[in-house]
């Protein structure tokens, strides 16, 4: 037997066949018509429902087709929903390898960000087949994948369970944390240094961990004022201190490069939580720790 896995509108439709030699698969129109209204032309047909759970023959050689169906969860209100996969973690129709159709990974997009990038080179004069631009559009493409590898980064991951138990209720400082970002403005660089404090409620971070935190939010298309209440944010969803301060001290390629072109301008922004925000003593102490060489 064969399967034959067509997605349309993300629905999914299977059709089990003995010989595939002898099936014609209907054009776009007629698996538009096939989900409606289970009707199909040239390939046979069809009585189906709208989510894609099918039955009957497939004609021309007469090649049957088996109904297929979810019977997982019969007593289910979305027994028979093809993309809910609730209520079928152990459904074969559900996670069948031929139907597991996951999210593309960020390197899939490697093509066509090269072609859009070879697109670009010879917009601005170039040739792109001249030798030492022969394999720039992929090398740009794979570059800009790493410089915004953020985006496949969760805080749960970067976490790695290193949240501890600990009766201490002092202020934990790590400072000039290297930070690379990129400009969503301009799609050039900005760099600097981060140095975050919290101040712990029976619970610490490890150490590396706030390090990891300014990489989650930092390699993504960004602007230095939400990066730093993001870094902040986060630190308060591991540990729930009583309070978080950031501040990051940036250099932007878009002032230095273009612009204004000011190469000795400094962009410093900071967020205070909770006790920071509240309390100028304790906000006055962090600062003086991050100012102490």
């Known amino acids: 037997q064969y399967y034959i896995v067509c997605r349309l509108s993300a629905k999914i439709t299977l059709i089990v066949v003995n010989n595939l030699n002898s099936v014609k698969m209907p054009n776009a129109s007629a698996m538009q018509d096939l989900h409606l209204n289970g009707s199909s032309n040239g390939a046979g047909a069809v009585n189906g429902y709208q989510n894609g759970v099918m039955s009957g023959q497939i004609n021309g050689n007469g090649t049957a087709m088996k109904a297929i169906k979810c019977n997982c969860g019969k007593n289910s209100a979305d027994a028979s929903d093809s993309n809910n996969n609730k209520g079928h973690e152990k459904c074969t129709f559900h996670h069948d390898l031929e139907l597991d159709h996951k999210p593309s990974t960020r390197e899939d997009l490697l093509p066509l960000m090269s072609r859009s990038y070879r697109m670009l080179l010879s917009s601005l004069g170039e040739d792109p087949e001249r030798q ?66 919290y101040l712990p409620c029976k619970k610490i971070l490890g150490l590396s961990k706030l390090a990891r935190i300014v990489e989650i939010f930092s390699r993504r298309l960004q602007v230095q004022e939400r990066l730093t209440k993001q870094i902040a944010v986060a630190v308060t969803q591991a540990v729930q201190p009583a309070g978080v301060a950031v501040i990051i001290e940036g250099v932007h390629m878009c002032m230095v490069m273009r612009g204004v072109q000011k190469i000795n301008s400094k962009t410093v922004t900071s967020t205070m939580l909770g006790v920071f925000r509240d309390d100028p003593k304790t906000r006055e102490e962090f600062l003086t720790l991050c100012n102490n060489k």
């Open 132 to 197: 030492g631009l022969l394999k720039t559009p992929e090398r740009a493409a794979k570059a800009m994948l790493f410089f915004t590898k953020g985006y496949d980064q969760s805080l749960e991951e970067a976490l790695n369970g290193a949240v501890f138990d600990e009766d201490h209720d002092e202020m934990v400082v790590v400072k000039d944390i290297e930070m690379f970002s990129m400009c969503e403005h301009h799609l050039v660089p900005f760099y600097g240094k981060v140095s975050i404090g």
